[in-house]
């Protein structure tokens, strides 16, 4: 996003230049297009090049604002000093150019030729118009320049924002791992005592799910298959410590899930939600997990869990905390999730837009 948002801003400095571009090439033409508009059999290059000569001027204050002033004094705020200087610079340059006209008329040849002269120039204005002129030429120029600007720095806080939103993502994206393995590690170690076969299996299933979290878990999205896929290695592993005291079921659309996308590392937290605060070692227990796509294109992410009793200081989880954060940054309010408690059942039901 950030390379997108970089080429978006010098897209923008491209599209400034080329309109003062353009803008200048129609004045530079003027002379020669009013010379054809008036019927001229050949084009008097004589009076071009006097009407380029008066053009001149305000082509230098152009790019002395464009390339200096601006840049170094209006876009820096200091707007005391910037109309100061403008003001200055274009009261001299008329002035000289002024001074400049009047030596050319004093010795002009013949009259014929003075006032020829003065004829080629849609430019030949009194000292304090061309002045007036050369102050809103410059106004112009800066107001233009000011949108640009605001432009540019409205894409740099996009991205700035976009930045520093998926900084904070990331973040409690990568606090829920550490979390989840210290819960799978605790788990593998209450099974060596029990059972040091089962064991050995439970560490290759989570060497499965640590390859997810190190190659796949760090795109922005991944496929709900993929994510599914996680939460099934993350359930067979949880199998091996309950054996028959838990009925599981995972239902989803095998084909459908393949090609819809969503942020990963959501679904893994109400699973382990389920397992910690659902599940008893010593009671049947069941945690029953659906998954339907509808028709535009939502995913609805239903997980039941048998309720068992609770301590009394019982508080949420930094996982469960975490993924309402990334919800929020992710989706705003775009996104639904309802936990509610039945007669014997602890339902979650979340609903997500996909790619």
């Known amino acids: 996003m950030k390379v997108k948002q970089k080429k978006k801003i010098e897209k923008e400095h491209i599209g400034e230049n080329l309109l003062y571009f353009m803008v200048w090439s129609a004045i530079i033409l003027v002379p020669i297009l009013a010379s054809k508009m008036l019927g001229e059999e050949h084009v008097n290059l004589q009076k071009i090049l006097i009407s380029w ?3 001149s001027p305000y082509l230098f204050l152009f790019v002395l604002n464009n390339a200096l002033l601006a840049p170094k004094l209006l876009l820096k705020r200091r707007y ?3 109309v100061a200087i403008s003001v200055i610079v274009t009261t001299i340059v008329f002035s000289i150019v002024d001074g400049y006209e009047r030596y050319l008329i004093r010795n002009a040849p013949d009259i014929e030729t003075m006032i020829e002269a003065r004829k080629a120039s849609f430019t030949d204005l009194a000292l304090q118009w061309n002045i007036l002129l050369g102050l809103f030429m410059i106004s112009a120029n ?3 320049k000011l949108l640009y600007k605001t432009m540019r720095d409205e894409q740099e806080m996009i991205s700035l924002r976009h930045e520093n939103l998926q900084a904070e993502i990331d973040y409690l994206k ?3 791992n550490p979390h989840f393995f210290m819960n799978t590690l605790n788990n593998i170690h209450a099974l060596i005592d029990i059972d040091t076969h089962e064991a050995q299996g439970a560490v290759i299933e989570l060497s499965k799910m640590m390859r997810y979290v190190l190659y796949e878990s760090g795109q922005e999205r991944i496929t709900l298959e993929q994510d599914l896929r996680f939460v099934e290695n993350y359930v067979r592993l949880m199998q091996i410590r309950y054996a028959e005291e838990l009925d599981i079921r995972i239902e989803y659309p095998k084909e459908e899930v393949a090609q819809l996308k969503i942020p990963p590392l959501l679904l893994i937290v109400f699973v382990e939600n389920a397992f910690k605060h659902g599940v008893s070692g ?4 069941f945690i029953h997990i659906h998954v339907e796509i509808s028709p535009q294109k939502e995913v609805l992410y239903t997980i039941k869990n048998s309720l068992q009793p609770q301590k009394p200081d019982h508080k949420p989880g930094i996982g469960l905390k975490n993924v309402h954060k990334r919800l929020d940054l992710i989706y705003g309010t ?3 999730l309802e ?3 039945e007669e014997s059942a602890y339902i979650v039901e979340l609903k997500i837009p996909t790619q």
């Open 174 to 176: 990568y606090q829920i």
């Open 282 to 285: 010593n009671r049947p227990s």
């Open 334 to 336: 775009n996104y639904s």
């Open 53 to 55: 000569r008066k053009i």
């Open 142 to 144: 800066s107001m233009i």
């Open 339 to 341: 936990m509610r408690k």
């Open 80 to 82: 005391v000093a910037y």
